[in-house]
């Protein structure tokens, strides 16, 4: 049976080629001597690149790890930045990166027929390891988008806190839409629409470029809007920054609270200290968290539930779902020029049934993977308003870790880092206290 | 004793030091899993990195030209010498209902005068694509393949691709003639 | 000091920045907008170029204006791209500057007077969370209304608007879809159309609704689809049964005309012979006399300015012919009623077509071939290889040249169409094909090469159990060909030389003959030969066939009839003529013209008796074209009709 079916797709290989290649006029029998050129095709060392690109990500990472959990300094990571800017931004045109690799990963783990390159699963596993060892250092200079907008931050203007926490949440709905497209192989969203790219190639959409821009005069004054609000890959990172072994701290010294590291803080990852005194019962907020608990499986439902409505209108956005429906459209009302799609598919001898049957499978697959991420949306929107009504009492500043990006600004800001005591002084001084 | 561990436990610092390491666990195990998971789609073989045109299926749109997110696209004509007739009247050198066969610009057809042509002997001309002024529009190819041995055909240079992640040109092919190809394929050349 | 210098340059280059970035994105949207490249003028200037034949002007200005776009376009390009990397560099210099200059402050602001209470942010921020959710499932509902439900009324109401026309349809066509059938003996077939016809196109219109409607409804909610679905299914049931029926009942047409408008002529002659190229025409009220020196019976005569030997061809109103010699190749159209020149197509430029035409004889020339039509697109070629398509206005829809033929006489087989197929019968010495395209584009349907030599001989539709063959003569075999696949459908051997006339059929059997070789009688269902022949054969005439007499005129003057049944000869005419125009039956009578002009008129029964023979005037050697009351004939330099008064 095996053999009978290749025997029948070599056919088939044979009658396409076949059917292309005309040989309207016979090749040509010169008769002085006449030469056929030497056809040559550059292919460049991609391979070694790639080589290149997982070591410097490896080394930069490594690098800035070093930096700001053994040293406390911020200077490499301004090195960092301009390599990685100049190399994996500008020299390697953007392509491909960590925040992209989501959808491939997603992608390789639902679909067994799509082959991930190893490069591609390195660059989008290596900064989780890292995070998981060392916090967000792949964010802190690495990633070509960060170290960008980190490069341009002059000032560092607040926004408000209650805001941001809202804002905070897109970065994982964007995360989910990534995935539930990329799943369905419908898009690559995040690369579609990656507001710097354009910007690293010197040219693209003028849309995506623009919003490049604005997001860098942004970033000019409050600390990168776009790994804050945006980033996918930074929201996936945050999870494994919190439970991170070696921990990134404003200072080996006792804290002063004296505020600065505070106010130093590019995304607002350093939480002042905090006394619970508000006048708010605590058996009242009690109740609250007991009933978002209830009404997390609730949200989670409901969200679900209207994804999975939505899943016809979502799955448009699939190339032969919008075929089809041109299809159907055409077959309807039957126009004379009619779209080059259409055209490429009677030209290729397509046939609508087993298009429709194409487009049935895509839909079906819409509505489960809609159900899953309407599901997760849920969760995460439930989860974000179980976190807000949790109270944590502060002595100190402490470092939020989910949202540090290890830029090490702080680090010059806190005064003890500026004049260290050595350890012994300072117990004397305590012990002078007492 | 017990009931004093037990509260030991229940203390805040304590719940959460014990949430932390639950929460490492998880993560250092779901990066093992999941690198576990990869590790066996590495083993199949080599998987496909490099975007090309199949030329088979290509139907010379014209959208290479304008949606490669380069401002000059990736995209160029390749000319296969081996299977061109050297036709004196080229249907992708001329435009359609030539006059006179010369190199005047209202008879040609590349819009960049990409390519160019050396005669040969009588009556073969050869042709070669300047790879620097073509824009990738298919508009010899188009006519190359409707009246000629389909010699000239569009394909991605590897040396100006940046390999995007996904293929803008790929996105919007009518045919979907554009997939990822393994580097041992690189080019798919038609001689 | 430093500071200021650092503010200044910062200063300075943000200017700098500013303007370039404007510049750029100005020079980016008229790139983008203009697109010299595919700028329109310069290319309606070039089709003007194509239509008119030479003027220097307007070379002069495209090439100008050519010129023009190619320099902006990379002129353009240049300049974006340096553009592009100046402006990179100012802003490191911009960014370098302004971050020396912020070095000097460290940021330190007051110490906040109010303490944050962050559990009121955190309640605002739940709140914040509140709306977002609750505005993201609006927003999502409105998405699906959008979405999905629109869809669903207009879609039901579409297909309730198709069942109510079915139903009107279904009454009212059932009459006219048992004409429909006779006239086009093919089963219907989305694909495959005769010529204009109303109602089998509209009996077509109602099936492929239906089937459409099908598709659709199976797109909304189940609940509408079990409601429409059923009946609409009934109705095409009902439908199908009843086409079938009259398909059943329906004797083997002999008649393959075409119901028209009163005001349009009845009967068509799409191609060389008459309809499927058979030798018949249904024509009536046809003139027997006529004189072209008196002008008796003459309606009009217009000169041909380009020489061929192509037959006429009628379709509706209009007359088809072509003409070709070194300068040019010609499709002409005139008028039927008239016999004014409507229109003339100059076949040229196509790519492929021979700088210089190829050799070809006096009595052959460069078109011989006839014409074809399916009253939607008329098609022709000639000996270049140069194979074009129209519309019936003259407008050339595609052209392509089927390679230049090789052929010592000069390419002869003339074009039949049946639907939207054209069929080309490509024996020559260098290619042995038989093409089907599409008439519409030109897209191959079918390629098959042909194991036979060169010949000039002419395709032909046969009938065969209700089902069309493609039968061709070539040398050494008679072949038949399905019409949808190019599937051969049998082959029969037997002849030799160089075949120039064309086979025939009449119920079924297929009968071929050729000088020198022999005249056979083929069985149409299954290519058994079931009888031989060689008393006369003609040379370039075609038979034309009854159910009981089979009628050659051979190039040496004899005229014959023999029994179909056993090939037996049953009549001869010893004329003093040469026949290279082929006998066409219409009225019960056989009208034969010889090559000085002379017509000969018979009686297409087993007497076959001479009714009358008459000199037309002048040199004939295309077969005349009939259609109700009138004759068109070409002659060696003029088309002429003649209609009886």
Same mark, same amino acid.
């Given at each position: 049976?095996?053999? /009978? =079916?290749? $025997? +029948?797709?070599? %056919? *088939?290989?044979?009658?396409n &080629?076949?059917?292309q290649?005309?040989?309207?006029?016979?090749?040509?029998?010169?008769?002085?001597?006449?030469?056929?050129?030497?056809?040559?095709?550059?292919?460049?060392?991609?391979?070694l690149?790639?080589?290149?690109d997982?070591?410097?990500l490896?080394?930069?990472?490594?690098?800035?790890?070093?930096?700001v959990?053994?040293k406390?300094?911020?200077?490499?990571?301004?090195?960092?930045?301009?390599?990685?800017?100049?190399y994996f931004?500008?020299?390697?045109?953007?392509?491909?990166?960590?925040?992209?690799?989501?959808?491939n990963?997603?992608?390789?783990?639902?679909?067994?027929?799509?082959?991930?390159? /190893? =490069?591609? $699963? +390195?660059?989008? %596993? *290596?900064p989780?390891?890292? &995070?998981?060892?060392?916090?967000?250092?792949?964010?802190?200079?690495?990633?070509?988008?960060?170290?960008?907008?980190?490069?341009?931050?002059?000032?560092?203007?607040?926004?408000?806190?209650?805001?941001?926490?809202?804002?905070?949440?897109?970065?994982?709905?964007?995360?989910?839409?990534?995935?539930?497209?990329?799943?369905?192989?419908?898009?690559?969203?995040?690369?579609?629409?990656?507001?710097?790219?354009?910007?690293?190639?010197?040219?693209?959409d003028?849309?995506?470029?623009?919003?490049?821009?604005?997001?860098?005069?942004?970033?000019?004054f409050?600390?990168r809007?776009?790994?804050?609000f945006i980033?996918?890959?930074?929201? +996936?990172?945050?999870?494994?920054?919190?439970?991170?072994?070696?921990?990134?701290?404003?200072?080996?010294q006792?804290?002063?609270?004296?505020?600065?590291?505070?106010?130093?803080?590019?995304?607002?990852?350093?939480?002042?200290?905090?006394?619970?005194?508000?006048?708010?019962?605590?058996?009242?907020?009690?109740?609250r968290?007991?009933?978002?608990?209830?009404f997390?499986?609730?949200?989670?439902?409901?969200?679900?539930?209207?994804?999975?409505?939505?899943?016809?209108?979502?799955?448009?956005?699939?190339?032969?779902?919008?075929?089809?429906?041109?299809?159907?459209?055409?077959?309807?009302?039957?126009?004379?020029?009619?779209?080059?799609?259409?055209?490429?598919?009677?030209?290729?001898?397509?046939?609508?049934?087993?298009?429709?049957?194409?487009?049935?499978?895509?839909?079906?697959?819409?509505?489960?993977?809609?159900?899953i991420?309407?599901?997760?949306?849920?969760?995460?929107?439930?989860?974000?308003?179980?976190?807000?009504?949790?109270?944590?009492s502060?002595?100190?500043?402490?470092?939020?870790?989910?949202?540090?990006?290890?830029?090490?600004?702080?680090?010059?800001?806190?005064?003890?880092n500026?004049?260290?005591?050595?350890?012994?002084?300072?117990?004397a001084?305590?012990?002078?206290?007492? | 004793?017990?009931?004093k561990?037990?509260?030991?436990?229940?203390?805040?610092?304590?719940r959460?030091?014990?949430?932390?390491?639950?929460?490492?666990?998880v993560?250092?195990?779901?990066?093992?899993?999941t690198?576990?998971?990869?590790?066996?789609?590495?083993?199949?073989?080599?998987?496909d990195?490099?975007?090309?045109?199949?030329?088979?299926?290509?139907?010379h749109?014209g959208?290479?030209e304008?949606?490669c997110?380069l401002?000059?696209?990736?995209?160029?004509?390749?000319?296969?010498?081996?299977?061109?007739?050297?036709?004196?009247?080229?249907?992708?050198?001329?435009?359609?209902?030539?006059k006179?066969?010369?190199?005047?610009a209202?008879?040609?057809?590349?819009?960049?005068?990409?390519?160019?042509r050396?005669?040969?002997?009588?009556?073969?001309?050869?042709?070669?694509?300047?790879?620097?002024?073509?824009?990738?529009?298919?508009?010899?190819?188009?006519?190359?393949?409707a009246?000629?041995?389909?010699?000239?055909?569009?394909?991605?240079?590897?040396?100006l691709?940046t390999?995007?992640?996904?293929?803008?040109?790929?996105?919007?092919?009518?045919?979907?003639?554009?997939?990822?190809?393994?580097?041992a394929?690189?080019?798919?050349?038609?001689? | 000091?430093?500071?200021?210098?650092?503010?200044?340059?910062?200063?300075?280059?943000?200017?700098?920045?500013?303007?370039?970035?404007?510049?750029?994105?100005?020079?980016?949207?008229?790139?983008?907008?203009?697109?010299?490249?595919?700028?329109?003028?310069?290319?309606?200037?070039?089709?003007?170029n194509?239509q008119?034949?030479?003027?220097?002007?307007?070379?002069?200005?495209i090439?100008?204006?050519?010129l023009?776009?190619?320099?902006?376009?990379?002129?353009?390009?240049?300049?974006?791209k340096?553009?592009?990397?100046?402006?990179?560099?100012?802003?490191?210099?911009?960014?370098?500057?302004?971050?020396?200059?912020f070095?000097?402050?460290?940021?330190?602001?007051?110490?906040?007077?109010?303490?944050?209470?962050?559990?009121?942010?955190?309640?605002?921020?739940?709140?914040?969370?509140?709306?977002?959710?609750?505005?993201?499932?609006?927003?999502?509902?409105?998405?699906?209304?959008?979405?999905?439900?629109?869809?669903?009324?207009?879609?039901?109401?579409?297909s309730?608007?198709?069942?109510?026309?079915?139903?009107?349809?279904?009454?009212?066509?059932?009459?006219k879809i048992?004409?429909?059938?006779?006239?086009?003996?093919?089963?219907v077939?989305g694909?495959?159309?005769?010529?204009?016809?109303?109602t089998?196109?509209?009996?077509?219109?109602?099936?492929?609704?239906?089937?459409?409607?099908?598709?659709?409804?199976?797109?909304?909610?189940?609940?509408?689809?079990?409601?429409?679905?059923?009946?609409?299914?009934?109705?095409?049931?009902?439908?199908?049964?009843e086409?079938?029926e009259?398909?059943?009942?329906?004797?083997?047409?002999?008649?393959?005309?075409?119901?028209?408008?009163?005001?349009?002529?009845?009967?068509?002659?799409?191609?060389?012979?008459?309809?499927?190229?058979?030798?018949?025409?249904?024509?009536?009220?046809?003139?027997?006399?006529?004189?072209?020196?008196?002008?008796?019976?003459?309606?009009w005569?217009?000169?041909?300015?380009?020489?061929?030997?192509?037959?006429?061809?009628?379709?509706?109103?209009?007359?088809?012919?072509?003409?070709?010699?070194?300068?040019?190749?010609?499709?002409?159209?005139?008028?039927?009623n008239?016999?004014?020149?409507?229109?003339?197509?100059s076949?040229?430029?196509?790519?492929?077509?021979?700088?210089?035409?190829?050799?070809?004889?006096?009595?052959?020339?460069?078109a011989?071939?006839?014409?074809?039509?399916?009253?939607?697109?008329?098609?022709?070629i000639?000996?270049?290889?140069?194979?074009?398509?129209?519309?019936?206005d003259?407008?050339?829809?595609?052209?392509?040249n089927?390679?230049?033929?090789?052929?010592?006489?000069?390419?002869?087989?003339?074009?039949?169409?049946?639907g939207?197929?054209?069929?080309?019968?490509?024996?020559?010495?260098n290619?042995?094909?038989?093409?089907a395209?599409?008439?519409?584009?030109?897209?191959?349907?079918?390629?098959?090469?042909?194991?036979?030599?060169?010949?000039?001989?002419s395709?032909?539709i046969a009938?065969?159990?209700?089902?069309?063959?493609?039968?061709?003569?070539?040398?050494?075999?008679?072949?038949?060909?399905?019409?949808?696949?190019?599937?051969?459908?049998?082959?029969?051997?037997?002849?030799m030389?160089?075949?120039?006339?064309?086979?025939c059929?009449?119920?079924?059997?297929?009968?071929?003959?050729?000088?020198?070789?022999?005249?056979?009688?083929i069985?149409?269902?299954?290519?058994?030969?079931?009888?031989?022949s060689?008393?006369?054969?003609?040379?370039?005439?075609?038979?034309?066939?009854?159910?009981?007499?089979?009628?050659?005129?051979?190039?040496?003057?004899?005229?014959?009839?023999?029994?179909?049944?056993?090939g037996?000869?049953?009549?001869?005419?010893?004329?003093?003529?040469?026949?290279?125009?082929s006998?066409?039956?219409?009225?019960?009578?056989?009208y034969?013209?010889?090559?000085?002009?002379?017509?000969?008129?018979?009686?297409?029964?087993?007497?076959f008796?001479?009714?009358?023979?008459?000199?037309?005037?002048?040199?004939?050697?295309?077969?005349?074209?009939?259609?109700?009351?009138?004759?068109?004939?070409?002659t060696?330099n003029?088309?002429?009709?003649?209609?009886?008064?």
């Amino acid at each position: 049976m095996k053999q /009978l =079916s290749t $025997f +029948l797709l070599s %056919i *088939l290989a044979f009658a396409n &080629a076949g059917a292309q290649n005309l040989n309207r006029f016979p090749k040509p029998d010169f008769e002085s001597g006449y030469q056929y050129p030497d056809a040559h095709y550059a292919l460049p060392n991609e391979q070694l690149w790639l080589v290149i690109d997982i070591i410097l990500l490896v080394g930069l990472m490594s690098f800035v790890a070093w930096a700001v959990i053994k040293k406390q300094t911020r200077k490499p990571i301004i090195w960092v930045s301009i390599i990685s800017v100049a190399y994996f931004g500008f020299f390697r045109s953007g392509c491909v990166c960590s925040i992209g690799s989501i959808q491939n990963v997603a992608l390789a783990f639902v679909d067994s027929s799509y082959a991930i390159p /190893l =490069s591609v $699963f +390195l660059f989008f %596993i *290596l900064p989780i390891v890292f &995070a998981f060892l060392f916090g967000r250092v792949f964010c802190a200079g690495v990633c070509p988008f960060g170290a960008l907008q980190e490069l341009v931050n002059i000032r560092n203007y607040r926004l408000s806190k209650s805001v941001t926490a809202v804002l905070e949440v897109i970065p994982w709905l964007y995360l989910i839409f990534a995935i539930l497209y990329a799943v369905t192989r419908t898009s690559f969203i995040i690369c579609l629409y990656d507001p710097f790219i354009g910007i690293f190639r010197l040219g693209g959409d003028f849309g995506l470029i623009l919003f490049g821009v604005v997001l860098l005069i942004a970033s000019v004054f409050t600390g990168r809007p776009f790994c804050r609000f945006i980033c996918p890959y930074g929201a +996936l990172l945050s999870l494994f920054s919190k439970v991170s072994i070696w921990k990134i701290q404003i200072t080996k010294q006792a804290c002063i609270n004296c505020e600065l590291c505070h106010n130093a803080c590019p995304v607002d990852a350093i939480k002042p200290p905090y006394e619970n005194k508000t006048k708010e019962e605590r058996l009242q907020g009690v109740k609250r968290l007991i009933m978002y608990f209830i009404f997390l499986p609730l949200m989670i439902g409901a969200s679900g539930y209207v994804m999975h409505y939505a899943s016809p209108g979502l799955s448009k956005a699939h190339k032969d779902v919008k075929l089809y429906n041109m299809l159907v459209e055409q077959e309807a009302n039957p126009q004379v020029l009619i779209p080059i799609e259409l055209e490429a598919f009677y030209s290729l001898g397509g046939e609508i049934h087993q298009l429709k049957q194409e487009v049935d499978q895509v839909k079906a697959k819409f509505e489960f993977y809609s159900l899953i991420a309407g599901l997760f949306i849920g969760l995460v929107l439930g989860l974000a308003l179980i976190k807000l009504s949790v109270k944590r009492s502060r002595k100190e500043y402490e470092i939020e870790h989910d949202d540090c990006v290890a830029c090490g600004k702080c680090f010059s800001y806190c005064p003890k880092n500026t004049f260290i005591i050595p350890e012994n002084l300072l117990q004397a001084d305590e012990t002078n206290n007492i | 004793m017990a009931m004093k561990e037990d509260k030991k436990i229940k203390s805040p610092i304590e719940r959460r030091k014990f949430i932390k390491m639950l929460g490492t666990t998880v993560a250092g195990g779901s990066i093992l899993a999941t690198s576990g998971l990869m590790i066996n789609k590495f083993v199949d073989g080599e998987a496909d990195h490099y975007w090309q045109i199949d030329p088979q299926k290509c139907t010379h749109c014209g959208r290479c030209e304008t949606h490669c997110v380069l401002s000059m696209s990736a995209v160029k004509c390749i000319h296969a010498n081996k299977i061109c007739g050297y036709c004196d009247l080229c249907g992708g050198y001329y435009r359609s209902n030539v006059k006179d066969l010369n190199t005047a610009a209202e008879n040609l057809m590349c819009p960049t005068g990409a390519i160019q042509r050396k005669f040969v002997e009588d009556p073969y001309f050869e042709y070669t694509i300047d790879e620097d002024l073509c824009n990738g529009c298919a508009k010899c190819v188009k006519g190359c393949t409707a009246f000629g041995n389909g010699s000239l055909y569009l394909q991605i240079k590897r040396d100006l691709c940046t390999d995007c992640n996904e293929c803008e040109i790929a996105k919007v092919c009518p045919s979907d003639a554009i997939s990822r190809v393994p580097l041992a394929q690189a080019y798919k050349l038609k001689d | 000091m430093k500071q200021t210098i650092y503010r200044n340059i910062a200063a300075v280059s943000a200017i700098f920045i500013v303007t370039l970035s404007i510049m750029l994105i100005i020079n980016y949207f008229q790139v983008k907008e203009v697109s010299p490249l595919q700028s329109v003028v310069v290319e309606t200037l070039k089709q003007l170029n194509d239509q008119n034949a030479n003027n220097p002007e307007l070379q002069e200005q495209i090439r100008q204006l050519d010129l023009m776009a190619r320099k902006a376009y990379f002129l353009n390009m240049d300049h974006l791209k340096n553009g592009v990397y100046l402006l990179l560099g100012m802003l490191a210099v911009f960014l370098i500057c302004i971050r020396m200059y912020f070095t000097g402050f460290k940021d330190i602001p007051d110490k906040e007077i109010d303490p944050i209470d962050e559990w009121a942010i955190q309640s605002s921020a739940r709140k914040y969370i509140g709306f977002a959710g609750i505005s993201l499932v609006a927003l999502a509902a409105v998405f699906i209304v959008f979405s999905i439900p629109l869809m669903q009324p207009t879609n039901s109401s579409a297909s309730e608007d198709k069942q109510e026309l079915l139903a009107k349809a279904e009454i009212s066509e059932k009459e006219k879809i048992v004409e429909a059938q006779e006239s086009s003996p093919l089963p219907v077939n989305g694909e495959i159309k005769t010529t204009a016809n109303e109602t089998q196109t509209s009996a077509e219109e109602i099936e492929t609704k239906a089937v459409q409607s099908e598709v659709e409804t199976s797109n909304t909610e189940p609940v509408e689809k079990e409601e429409v679905e059923p009946v609409i299914k009934e109705q095409v049931v009902e439908n199908d049964t009843e086409v079938k029926e009259k398909v059943c009942s329906e004797e083997a047409p002999a008649a393959n005309e075409v119901k028209e408008e009163i005001a349009l002529p009845r009967v068509n002659s799409n191609a060389f012979r008459g309809h499927y190229s058979n030798g018949k025409s249904e024509a009536k009220n046809l003139p027997v006399k006529w004189d072209l020196a008196n002008g008796t019976n003459i309606a009009w005569q217009t000169k041909v300015t380009r020489k061929g030997q192509s037959s006429p061809v009628i379709n509706g109103h209009k007359v088809f012919i072509t003409g070709g010699d070194e300068e040019a190749r010609e499709l002409f159209c005139y008028d039927l009623n008239t016999g004014e020149n409507l229109w003339t197509l100059s076949v040229a430029n196509i790519p492929g077509s021979p700088a210089k035409v190829p050799d070809t004889t006096d009595d052959t020339g460069l078109a011989s071939a006839s014409v074809a039509t399916n009253g939607l697109q008329v098609c022709a070629i000639f000996g270049t290889g140069d194979l074009v398509c129209t519309d019936m206005d003259g407008k050339q829809l595609w052209a392509k040249n089927l390679g230049v033929p090789d052929n010592h006489y000069g390419y002869a087989s003339s074009l039949i169409i049946e639907g939207n197929s054209l069929f080309v019968q490509y024996d020559n010495n260098n290619t042995h094909k038989v093409y089907a395209l599409n008439t519409e584009n030109g897209n191959e349907l079918w390629v098959k090469e042909r194991k036979d030599k060169i010949s000039w001989s002419s395709p032909m539709i046969a009938q065969v159990n209700n089902k069309p063959q493609l039968v061709l003569m070539g040398n050494p075999g008679i072949t038949a060909y399905d019409l949808v696949s190019g599937d051969q459908l049998w082959r029969v051997e037997c002849l030799m030389g160089e075949v120039g006339a064309s086979a025939c059929s009449y119920n079924g059997i297929i009968y071929g003959a050729s000088e020198y070789a022999t005249m056979v009688a083929i069985d149409g269902t299954d290519g058994k030969v079931l009888w031989e022949s060689s008393d006369y054969l003609p040379e370039v005439a075609s038979p034309v066939a009854t159910e009981s007499n089979l009628y050659i005129a051979t190039s040496y003057g004899v005229v014959a009839s023999f029994n179909t049944e056993t090939g037996e000869l049953k009549k001869e005419h010893e004329t003093n003529a040469e026949f290279y125009s082929s006998p066409i039956m219409a009225e019960g009578r056989i009208y034969l013209i010889s090559n000085d002009g002379t017509m000969h008129i018979f009686k297409a029964n087993d007497e076959f008796a001479l009714l009358d023979s008459f000199e037309t005037g002048e040199m004939t050697y295309a077969t005349p074209a009939f259609t109700d009351g009138k004759i068109v004939v070409r002659t060696n330099n003029s088309i002429y009709c003649v209609e009886a008064n």
